[in-house]
Antibody, heavy 121, light 109 residues
Framework: EVQLVESGGGLVQPGGSLRLSCAAS????????MNWVRQAPGKGLEWVAS????????YYVASVWGRFTISRDNAKNSLFLQMNNLKVDDAAVYFC??????????????WGQGTLVTVSS | SYVLTQPPSVSLAPGKTARITCGGY??????VHWYQQKPGQAPMLVIF???ARPSGIPERFSGSTSGNTATLTISRVEAGDEADYYC????????????FGGGTKLTVL
């Protein structure tokens, strides 16, 4: 059974940092693109970042460019999101999601339950 | 940047057919995916590559695209279908980005 379990969320002051983790199991982690998607309270889904199987390609939404870094450790079946210089607008539930693979598009076929990031002074 | 536009809400009675649209420039030339999200839950993929259904998704769910509009159709709507629905594409026109529509709240009266 595919499982994605996020951790690392919490309360942080503006300008602070957090590192989110996503533990993957039930599939060969190193074979899949992985993604972070966030959802502010009461709002819609917003893609944050994607990373290729070997980490050689990374893509980000413009609003986090230069502040967030996506990475992965295939030996530990783990995905990460390092978030620096956090802003109030970054407050959201952050979901880890797997790309289905075998295609020309990103298709998010499995999602974790999310971890809540609160940015407030 | 590429924009996907969805109606904020759709309401209808049980047993009717719901059509949720997703507008985007030349969206018919892109692959469109749809997600269902119920309150307090993670999103769930219901349609991918315009019209394919993941295993476990009822045949009542179908998708299509044409021109500047993609449509998620839910036949014989049930109370359990009440949720938010999001369309999504992978846009490579300017840079590689995942783009979501703003979401549509489906209410079953």
């Amino acid at each position: 059974e595919v499982q994605l379990v996020e951790s690392g969320g919490g309360l942080v002051q503006p300008g602070g940092s957090l590192r989110l983790s996503c533990a993957a199991s039930g599939f060969t982690f190193s074979n899949y693109w992985m993604n972070w998607v966030r959802q502010a309270p009461g709002k819609g889904l917003e893609w944050v970042a994607s990373i290729k199987q070997d980490g050689s390609e990374k893509y980000y939404v413009a609003s986090v460019w230069g502040r967030f870094t996506i990475s992965r450790d295939n030996a530990k079946n783990s995905l990460f999101l390092q978030m620096n210089n956090l802003k109030v607008d970054d407050a959201a539930v952050y979901f880890c999601a797997r790309d289905r693979g075998s295609g020309s598009s990103i298709v998010l076929d499995y999602w974790g339950q999310g971890t809540l990031v609160t940015v407030s002074s | 940047s590429y924009v996907l536009t969805q109606p904020p809400s759709v309401s209808l009675a049980p047993g009717k057919t719901a059509r949720i649209t997703c507008g985007g420039y030349n969206i018919g030339r892109k692959s469109v995916h749809w997600y269902q999200q119920k309150p307090g839950q993670a999103p769930m993929l219901v349609i991918f590559y315009d019209s394919a259904r993941p295993s476990g998704i009822p045949e009542r769910f179908s998708g299509s695209t044409s021109g500047n509009t993609a449509t998620l159709t839910i036949s014989r709507v049930e109370a359990g279908d009440e949720a938010d629905y999001y369309c999504q594409v992978w846009d490579k026109t300017e840079s590689d980005h995942v783009v979501f529509g703003g979401g549509t709240k489906l209410t079953v009266l």
